[in-house]
């Protein structure tokens, strides 16, 4: 019995990470450069105060207003270097995952139009943009990409090559003197483009894109109105199957907010209660939070006029946004309360985390493999 004991000692102090080093490696970069607003939503809460120094965390999610332009670097030694430049009106979130071959680090775009600069990576690192309809996977590049609110998609390239694949697999390479384009429910296409016209052929881009939109926002609005309704019933009941642990849950809360965390026995445990209907949440998640922030846009436009009229037999545009007004509070209160769950666990996986649907099955749950019988 002694001899067990002291083997279970063992294997447990040397799973155990100091807790200060787990919770520093969760930053992951810091603003240098910042105009006018940005929120930044971490820990389900927005911070109170955001300014040029304000550190960056892994699963922050970020949202630029109407003029508000920020740059940031990201710091850590397991992503890229890499510097990003937010436009306004644009919302993304940081991602590192760090999985058997390597650390992905994944700027998940919903909106807006980000440049990204980012340096030659090592064998073990991999960097990726993911939008609602692609994947662009880069080794050191410059490039931007750029959202509409019909859901249009461009990737420009400076230097290097991006590879752009959407959810056939469809893959295309923008590279300087070429574009790739999918405008909504299209596929890829190239098209050509002078690099030093690469600016003015984007903003050309972009009112032309609008412009089409702005002549048929309806048709926009009900795609995404129609798809709102079926994931907002999916969405929350994959959210209360994950709460029926809720006390769990609320002992991470707790334990983040101390600044402790329970014994490697009881963190897997815990993990494998959670595992399966977090992954199936955040599956979910991933198209669900992209059409409800595609919502808050089209609602903008609909006050100014644009996407009067039915969105289905019974439901009109007025009554489906007066709907989402009353809803969407709640729904994004549980958003960022999985993005942080997903955090917490991450730090209790050895930053590893549940992937979400574009991603293959790399959820690092080894720990359910493991053998620790004596």
Same mark, same amino acid.
């Given at each position: ?7 279970? =000692? ?24 910042? /105009? ?11 911070? &109170? ?7 960056? @965390? %892994? ?6 207003? @109407? ?36 650390? +992905? ?22 960097? /990726?943009? !993911? ?26 390239? /400076?230097?290097?090559?991006? =590879? ?39 903003? %050309? ?10 002549? %048929? ?15 907002? /019933? ?5 959210? =209360?199957?994950? *709460? ?9 809360? +707790? ?11 009881? %963190? ?8 399966? &209907?977090?992954?199936?949440?955040? !599956? ?17 436009? *609909? ?8 969105? +289905? ?19 994004? !209160? ?10 917490? *666990? ?26 620790? =019988?004596?």
């Amino acid at each position: 019995m002694r001899i067990r004991e002291i083997l279970i =000692s063992l294997l447990l102090i040397s799973c155990l990470t100091p807790l200060n080093q787990l919770f520093a490696e969760e930053i992951i970069g810091e603003i240098v450069y910042l /105009e006018d607003e940005i929120e930044i939503t971490r820990n389900s809460v927005a911070l &109170d105060y955001v300014d040029i120094g304000t550190t960056i @965390e %892994n699963f922050d999610l970020l949202t630029t207003g @109407e003029y508000g332009l920020a740059e940031i670097v990201l710091t850590t030694e397991d992503s890229p270097d890499t510097t990003i430049k937010v436009s306004p009106n644009t919302t993304f979130y940081f991602e590192l995952n760090q999985l058997k071959q390597g650390n +992905k680090t994944t700027l998940g775009m919903i909106s807006g139009s980000v440049s990204m600069k980012v340096q030659k990576m090592s064998r073990s690192q991999a960097f /990726e943009v !993911r939008t609602e309809s692609a994947t662009m996977g880069v080794r050191g590049t410059s490039f931007t990409v750029t959202t509409t609110v019909a859901g249009d998609l461009l990737i420009t390239c /400076e230097e290097g090559q991006v =590879s752009c694949r959407d959810e056939g697999d469809t893959e295309l390479f923008a590279v300087p003197g070429k574009a790739v384009e999918k405008r909504t429910d299209e596929i890829f296409r190239a098209i050509p483009v002078a690099v030093s016209d690469l600016p003015t052929f984007k903003d %050309n881009w972009y009112a032309e894109r609008l412009s089409v939109f702005r002549s %048929n926002a309806l048709k926009a609005l009900r795609g995404y109105a129609v798809r709102y309704l079926t994931l907002t /019933e999916n969405f929350n009941q994959a959210y =209360s199957k994950l *709460y029926r642990n809720e006390e769990i849950i609320s002992k991470w809360f +707790k334990e983040d907010s101390n600044g402790t965390m329970g014994s490697t026995m009881e %963190n897997m445990r815990e993990k494998k209660k959670l595992i399966g &209907d977090l992954l199936r949440l955040r !599956r979910v998640l991933f198209i669900f939070e992209r059409v409800y922030f595609r919502l808050q846009e089209l609602k903008s436009y *609909y006050d100014q006029g644009y996407g009067r009229g039915t969105i +289905k037999a019974g439901l009109t545009a007025d009554a489906f946004f007066r709907r989402f007004e009353r809803d969407k509070d709640e729904l994004g !209160r549980k958003m960022a309360r999985i993005r942080y769950i997903t955090k917490l *666990y991450s730090i209790r996986n050895n930053g590893s985390f549940p992937t979400d649907a574009f991603s293959t099955d790399e959820s690092g749950d080894s720990f359910l493999n493991s053998d620790f =019988s004596f």
